[in-house]
């Protein structure tokens, strides 16, 4: 049985060398658009912590944090964010055009889960070099609120829980493709949510803050995690995300089937 998970593990990881090596090679091609994508990556985490540093010169706190609390927390965020945008953003934009014209016929027929030849097909190979401007951010920011010894052992597994709810979140979410012409809608309201995501969840008032944190969990991406690192380790908040992630697994399960059960295939 271990022979076998590990032989799993190993085939997967040679299919998504290859296919970032395939990534890799088409935007070598384009070398301009390669540095364009990392001046306005980080033009954007600039301007995003920025935008939250002017609002401490006129208030002392936002809710309960000060500035370097909710400095962290964007910092956390922004990881998240080029993670996401490194590894699974291109995907789907890919998506609307394989169902439309029959090309999900081919992940259908490969040998690997469909959601991983579908999601992670896409890598975007300018964030190798953002990952040292962002973990340098995540790392100055969580100096300066002096987190504990035992925080940083959490951060990667929280850093690695909090990407997991996302992109589940977000592939629950491109699951109504399959009842869809034209996806740039989804694509709009899936980018919109990220941007609530961006900030903690007490900055919202009581109904929306429900909303997003139990019907449809996208502030849990970062609060719960920030809430466990600023204000005492509990656990409870390592509890909230891996409910999430569980609950909300089985939903896409769910629909990922109703979907695939609604498309027509080019063949048929």
């Not at 364009?36 to 809710?63: E, N, R």
């Not at 991406?221 to 509890?239: D, K, M, Q």
Request: include cysteine; hydrophobic fraction near 50%; glycine fraction near 2%.
């Amino acid at each position: 049985m271990k022979n076998k998970i590990t032989a799993t593990i190993s085939h997967y990881l040679s299919v998504y060398m290859s296919f970032a090596s395939t990534s890799f090679a088409k935007a070598m091609d384009f070398r301009l658009n390669f540095i364009l994508l990392i001046i306005l990556d980080i033009c954007f985490y600039s301007t995003t912590l920025a935008s939250v540093d002017i609002l401490y010169d006129h208030v002392t706190t936002i809710g309960p944090w000060k500035r370097d609390q909710l400095m962290f927390f964007l910092s956390f965020m922004l990881f998240i964010d080029y993670l996401h945008m490194s590894l699974v953003s291109e995907s789907f934009w890919q998506l609307s055009f394989k169902v439309r014209t029959g090309e999900l016929d081919f992940e259908i027929l490969k040998p690997i889960s469909i959601l991983f030849s579908v999601f992670f097909r896409y890598v975007r190979p300018s964030g190798v070099p953002l990952f040292f401007v962002t973990s340098s951010i995540l790392i100055y920011h969580g100096l300066k609120v002096e987190l504990s010894l035992f925080n940083w052992i959490m951060l990667p597994i929280l850093i690695f829980l909090s990407f997991t709810l996302r992109i589940i979140l977000e592939f629950a979410i491109a699951t109504v493709t399959f009842w869809m012409v034209e996806t740039i809608s989804i694509n709009f309201v899936r980018m919109q949510l990220q941007s609530l995501g961006r900030w903690p969840d007490f900055v919202y008032s009581s109904y929306p803050k429900r909303i997003f944190t139990t019907i449809f969990p996208i502030l849990m991406v970062g609060s719960a995690p920030a809430h466990f690192l600023l204000e005492g380790n509990s656990f409870r908040y390592i509890f909230y995300l891996l409910a999430c992630i569980v609950i909300f697994s089985f939903v896409l399960k769910y629909f990922w089937k109703k979907g695939l059960d609604q498309y027509d295939s080019a063949s048929s």
